[in-house]
Nanobody
């Protein structure tokens, strides 16, 4: 069992920045592909970004490319999401997720079904 805890959400003005973190339990964190997802009120959960275990591969949804950066520190069992130039449409509950799958392509890791463990989420609100 992997326990994930997100931190760093809050209220920020449009154009501002936030850094989310997600701390994971367990000894095999470096083998997990980690993803960030978000869910706005009344909408379905949306993929945001993922990063492979060694940090060498990352991928983003088009709407956040150039503004968000996913990274990880395997020594600290933590994955981060640096969010810059935030927009009101980025307002959502952001959740991190861990995938134990060893093999998968971009399409696979962009979907909810790839992930075995989920955090409870942290609210990000961007005011206009």
């Amino acid at each position: 069992q992997v326990h994930l805890v997100e931190r760093g959400g809050g209220l920020v003005q449009a154009g501002g920045s936030l850094r989310l973190s997600c701390a994971a339990s367990g000894r095999t964190f470096s083998t997990y592909t980690m993803g960030w997802f978000r869910q706005a009120s009344g909408k379905e959960r949306e993929f945001v970004a993922f990063i492979r275990g060694n940090g060498g591969t990352t991928y983003y949804v088009d709407s956040v490319k150039g503004r968000f950066t996913i990274s990880r520190d395997n020594e600290k069992n933590t994955v981060y999401l640096q969010m810059n130039t935030l927009k009101p449409e980025d307002t959502a509950v952001y959740s991190c997720a861990a995938s134990t799958a060893i093999y998968g392509d971009i399409r696979y890791y962009s979907g909810n079904g790839a992930y075995d463990y989920w955090g409870q989420g942290t609210q990000v609100t961007v005011s206009s």
